[in-house]
């Protein structure tokens, strides 16, 4: 029988060998994948009982910060967001129930301590027992968000302010905006009632517009579709002249593609972006034909801007690539922002900044510095470069025609003009299927030396509807961020 | 009696290595709560210390020859499991110190009452009846009790237990018994097909009634890890037995067989096997406790949160079935090891002393009483790591749960009774009638 014995001994042995290679594929080989799944919500948990620093604007306006509460629950700390609904679609929420997002999770290591500079600049207060969490600096300004919310009022839509140079969000807001302080409740019905009630609601206020819902970009477009035109050498400024028409007659189909209000027009590039000449620019669509696309691509578009948060921004989309010579209409239709093309505001404001940039579009950030619990500055985000769309030259021509949209008499853009300041912008007027249409302005200022550019979109014509231009719904909404930016 | 006291002494000594571990253990969980040490620590191990001394004076006084690490490492395992359910649930806390002191007065009246080991042999067909008693009282009306799904209960008064604890106890008496009676005719004869010897059809009665037991529980009870356990069990002893590995193979067909056709006829089985096979599509609600197992073991990574600052409460049942994947989060792999490290030499210990006992049934029943905290081990743990489908035993000793402890603590017993006859049997003078015993 021991014979027997041993080799059941050895059976078990085997036995709990395969145990141990099991636990050491779970405790070490997969173990960081398990702790962070979105659906293993110990990280927040254990967060919520550790102080947590404060999330602060770059004017110096605290938007998150924990206190310490003693409310019958579990958790020492209660994260508070006093201005709810203004910066909740950047900021985000701490939740232990729905797990973190936006900032408050890019952030998270750094707003607890983890974060690696912080711990290395916090070692010789170890002992100590300070304070050891981070305060994320916000590159968004209070006035600069406060501005654009105030100028949306009731209106849906977008606003997103760039630092040209930097690439540093100065604001973004949409409208209608989530509250998120329900949502970092500390009981788990008060959260999932609420987070429900966002989930089902139609205007979806848990929805971040401005980096996470595309639109029809329309006219502003014609910014892109100008600098690829003007990059390749199929047009300059002033020649060729357009031919003066009130539609454009489309390859491939009985469709036209029509002038706004059914008017005329033409001339060359420059003449045509002021006034938004379509045919103009569907005709240069047709001639850039599959050397569009990857022109779009220089842009971003068809990428996803790296920006730090989560859920991170969408990626703007235009035609298929190679699909001129299947869909020629389209790609007129693209030269005017129509068809095929969708685009995040952010991804605009973007485009708008990298021709304020000399053609180079930056990393977008909505944080800018992290810094110890005494007010130190720990580490800078740095910025970066993205993508360069066109040459400096290039760059220097549209920005010329954006002025002109603004400043001449006969331009669309004109409601953007700012006493003192030169402006150059892009209306746009978009067709949204069965409704009215989106207003939008790109613009940056000032033109000399380009400091902040901004995107505003209104849907659906905002308060007036289908009388509704970009000129007249989201220019005078841009002119006020813009001022307010410049400190005027 | 040099050789006994010094045995002794090393006994006292890992067993107070073992309490050591469960205070600091216990004081780490109290300080992540609150940062001063709880004012009834004293008292806790002044308890601690005094169940300990209790059991290791018992075998100085009644079973003196006896190993000398089993009962140190089952302190370590209760211990470790202790500190973890403190650190879950207080109230189970309190009724596991209870438990436990329980268990350890069935080790002393185990050690007490089975002088001999042969005394158990005689009385066969009573342990089988009891024991079959054991595995039917739960289905009874009026007394049985369904708790998490499973027929395991039986409630009297305020008191809930599970014979089926005690059933594995009994009916390994009466099969250690039964096979060493019948090994001679059971591992002759046959025909011989290839390399296997297969045994007479006759003879295959026993393994064919346990394999029922198996279905029964299994059936009935919808208690798939018991009938996986009982059924390896027999299975193994029958092989301890006859050394044919012929009726391993019979065994495992005859386990496939089964559980094929309860795949095919009942849903809870089948439940089982697809959450095992993917757990993350039904991650919010059947798999919800296995992914929950997952987490904690990957959040827990080598070193573990640290007693008391992990979130091991997230997983259901962690007190009971998934008391491990609680010690993989806060005490990492080095705790899941020391954990395994002990059950292994635990089992190691066991069968150490059925290889030297002398008689054959002291042989056979150390085998199947080691086999069960063996398998029983390798069926939780294996369970909740996702090597093989869930199913809810518990872990010996680490375990929350009233009747597995004090059975486990009687099997404790058990196999220290026939470590001490053993060493009895190899003293010169008495090894000869010992020996004639058995060979006589």
Request: proline share 6%.
């Amino acid at each position: 029988m021991d014979r027997a014995i041993r080799r059941v001994g050895v059976a078990v042995i085997v036995l709990v060998l395969v145990l141990v290679a099991q636990l050491t594929y779970l405790q070490v080989i997969d173990a960081d994948h398990l702790a962070n799944d979105p659906r293993n919500t110990r990280g927040a948990l254990r967060d919520a009982n550790r102080p947590r620093g404060p999330i602060v604007t770059a004017d110096g306006v605290v938007v998150a910060s924990s206190a310490e509460v003693n409310d019958g629950t579990d958790f020492k700390y209660q994260r508070q967001y006093p201005n709810g609904p203004l910066f909740s679609q950047v900021v985000g929420y701490q939740s232990f129930v729905i797990g973190n997002s936006g900032l408050e999770k890019t952030y998270n290591d750094a707003l607890v301590g983890r974060d690696t500079a912080l711990q290395l600049k916090n070692l010789p207060d170890l002992v100590s027992g300070k304070d050891g969490t981070g305060t994320v600096v916000l590159s968004l300004r209070d006035d600069l968000q406060r501005a654009a919310a105030e100028g949306l009022g009731f209106q849906r839509g977008s606003v997103v302010a760039l630092d040209v140079r930097t690439g540093a969000v100065l604001a973004m807001y949409s409208n209608p905006a989530y509250d998120n302080q329900p949502l970092a409740d500390h009981d788990t019905k008060t959260v999932q009632d609420y987070f429900r009630g966002l989930v089902a609601n139609p205007d979806k206020p848990d929805l971040p517009r401005a980096y996470r819902e595309f639109y029809p970009p329309g006219s502003t477009f014609k910014t892109v579709t100008a600098s690829v035109a003007l990059e390749l050498g199929i047009a300059t400024p002033d020649a060729p002249s357009y031919p003066v028409l009130r539609e454009l007659d489309l390859p491939q189909t009985d469709n036209t593609l029509q002038n706004f209000g059914g008017k005329s027009c033409g001339g060359t590039l420059a003449q045509s972006f002021t006034v938004s000449c379509n045919t103009t620019f569907g005709q240069l669509g047709l001639d850039l034909g599959d050397m569009f696309v990857p022109g779009m691509n220089r842009f971003g578009i068809g990428a996803v801007p790296p920006i730090d948060l989560s859920p991170g921004a969408v990626a703007s989309i235009g035609p298929r690539p190679g699909s001129f010579t299947d869909n020629q209409p389209l790609f007129a239709f693209a030269g005017i922002g129509q068809g095929d093309v969708a685009t995040t505001p952010l991804q605009m404001a973007m485009v708008a900044a990298g021709i304020a940039n000399g053609g180079v579009l930056m990393k977008p950030h909505v944080a800018s510095e992290i810094r110890d619990a005494s007010g130190d500055l720990v580490r800078r985000i740095a910025p970066g470069e993205w993508r360069t769309a066109m040459s400096p030259g290039t760059a220097q021509a549209v920005a010329a025609m954006m002025v002109t949209v603004v400043e001449s008499p006969n331009g669309t853009g004109t409601a953007a003009r700012i006493p003192g300041v030169t402006v150059a912008g892009k209306t746009g007027t978009a067709q949204a299927d069965g409704g009215d249409p989106h207003a939008w302005f790109i613009g940056f200022a000032p033109a000399e030396a380009p400091q902040i550019a901004v995107a505003v979109l209104v849907e659906r014509g905002g308060s007036i509807g289908s009388e509704a231009t970009g000129g007249r719904v989201a220019a005078p909404i841009a002119a006020r961020v813009l001022r307010k930016a410049l400190g005027l | 009696m040099n050789a006994t006291s010094r045995r002794r002494n090393v006994e006292l000594r890992l067993g107070l290595v073992a309490v050591a571990i469960t205070t600091f253990g216990y004081v780490l969980v109290q300080l992540a709560e609150k940062p001063k040490l709880p004012a009834d620590l004293w008292l806790f191990l002044a308890g601690m210390i005094i169940l300990y001394v209790v059991a290791h004076y018992a075998i100085r006084r009644l079973a003196p020859l006896a190993d000398p690490v089993l009962l140190p490492i089952v302190a370590f395992l209760n211990g470790i499991g202790f500190v973890t359910i403190s650190r879950l649930d207080r109230d189970l806390a309190r009724s596991q110190a209870g438990w436990t002191a329980a268990g350890v007065a069935m080790f002393v009246v185990t050690l007490i009452v089975v002088r001999r080991v042969r005394t158990l042999e005689r009385y066969r067909y009573t342990f089988l009846f009891l024991g079959l008693i054991a595995v039917v009282l739960p289905l009874l009306p009026g007394i049985g009790k369904t708790i998490n799904g499973a027929r395991l209960w039986v409630g009297i008064g305020p008191i809930n237990f599970q014979p089926g604890e005690a059933a594995k106890v009994l009916l390994v008496i009466f099969f250690a018994a039964y096979l060493v009676d019948k090994r001679e005719l059971l591992s002759s004869g046959g025909r011989r097909l290839g390399r296997l010897l297969l045994p007479d059809p006759k003879h295959l009665g026993p393994l064919l009634l346990a394999w029922a037991v198996s279905i029964v529980i299994m059936v009935r009870q919808k208690d798939l890890g018991s009938a996986l356990l009982f059924f390896a069990l027999f299975s193994s002893m029958l092989y301890v037995a006859t050394e044919r590995a012929a009726y391993l193979l019979f065994g495992l067909v005859l386990f496939l067989g089964g559980a094929m056709i309860s795949y095919r006829l009942f849903d809870h089985v089948q439940t089982r096997v697809s959450t095992w096979i993917d757990p993350w599509s039904v991650a919010q609600d059947k798999g919800f406790q296995i992914v929950q197992s997952m987490f904690a073991f990957g959040t827990g990574g080598f070193t573990g949160t640290g007693l008391g600052l992990g979130n091991p409460q997230q997983i259901p049942n962690a007190a009971t079935d998934f008391v491990f994947s609680a010690i993989g989060e806060e005490l990492g792999l080095i705790g899941t090891v020391a954990v395994l490290a002990g059950i292994l030499l635990l089992v190691g210990c066991g069968y150490r002393i059925a290889v030297q006992a002398t008689r054959p049934f002291s042989k056979l029943f150390a085998a199947g009483l080691t086999t069960i905290i063996g398998i029983q081990s390798f069926v939780i743990i294996g369970g909740v790591t996702r090597v093989i489908p869930l199913t809810g035993v518990t872990l010996p000793f680490v375990s929350y749960g009233g009747s597995s402890l004090v059975a486990n603590f009687g099997i404790a017993a058990l196999l220290l009774r026939i470590s001490d006859d053993n060493a009895r049997a190899a003293m010169p003078g008495r090894a000869s009638a010992a020996a004639s015993a058995v060979h006589g």
